[in-house]
């Protein structure tokens, strides 16, 4: 298995600027999280869906920022509008939710690395 | 309310052992996680303990007390390599309904 993928794996965009990053979760697993990371908050988690339903979005930061599972093989993650402060990396991780597969067992995504200016 | 403490750098010498302590206050616990993150990529699965007691791995061994809300990652015989992050992350609620909640992680530097 390739494993979950994200695209792009690095973007720059100016403020204002709406942003969409792509993860295709690993195939057979129905869990998906929606992830960001700085130096200053560390990793948080913004968003998880089980089998292509929100289950938690309190993570997410504000109205600026939206996800959507519209399959078990893909999720976007969309910021609009951007700003400098939304600068992180963000990773994408899936899981089975099906006891015998190590549900507890998150695998993440390279990353993509977003650049506000 | 969810909080989770662990030191934020620590400096061991190869071949040595290193304990990464992690404590936590969180309602609902259902799992305590442990992650390892290279500087540049993605966390990887290191250990998951739900009951109390020792989960050892290899040279990586992870305990959990429910009691004293308390976590430790332990690395013996350390390798050059084991210079990374290291995430405690705690699970809380029942399946369906998960939050997890990551510490903002140990910075491990092993020394020759």
């Known amino acids: 298995d390739a494993g979950v993928i994200q695209s792009p794996r690095h973007e720059v965009t100016e403020m204002g600027q709406e942003v969409t990053l792509r993860c295709k979760p690993i195939s057979g697993h129905n869990s998906l999280f929606w992830y960001r990371q700085t130096m200053m908050r560390g990793l948080e988690l913004l968003i998880y869906f089980n089998n292509n339903v929100p289950i938690d979005d309190s993570g997410m930061p504000e109205d600026r920022f939206s996800a959507k599972m519209p399959n078990a093989s893909f999720s976007t993650l969309k910021i609009q509008p951007s700003e400098p402060r939304d600068s992180a990396v963000y990773f994408c991780?899936?899981?089975?939710?099906?006891?015998?597969?190590?549900?507890?067992?998150?695998?993440f995504g390279p990353g993509t690395r977003l650049t506000v200016t | 309310g969810q909080n989770i403490d662990q030191p934020t750098e620590m400096t061991a010498t190869e071949g040595a052992i290193v304990q990464i302590n992690c404590t936590y206050q969180?309602?609902?616990?259902?799992?305590l996680f442990w992650y390892q993150q290279h500087a540049g990529e993605a966390p990887t699965f290191l250990s998951y303990n739900v009951l109390d007691g020792l989960e050892e791995k290899g040279r990586f061994s992870s305990f959990l007390s429910r009691s004293k809300g308390y976590s430790y990652l332990l690395l013996k015989e350390l390798q050059m390599k084991d210079s990374a992050s290291y995430l405690c992350?705690?699970?809380?609620?029942?399946?369906?309904?998960?939050?997890?909640?990551f510490g903002t992680g140990t910075r491990l530097k092993v020394l020759a």
């Open positions: 991780a899936s899981s089975s939710i099906i006891r015998a597969h190590r549900s507890y067992e998150q695998y």
């Open positions: 969180t309602s609902g616990f259902n799992g």
């Open positions: 992350a705690v699970r809380e609620g029942t399946s369906g309904t998960y939050k997890y909640i």
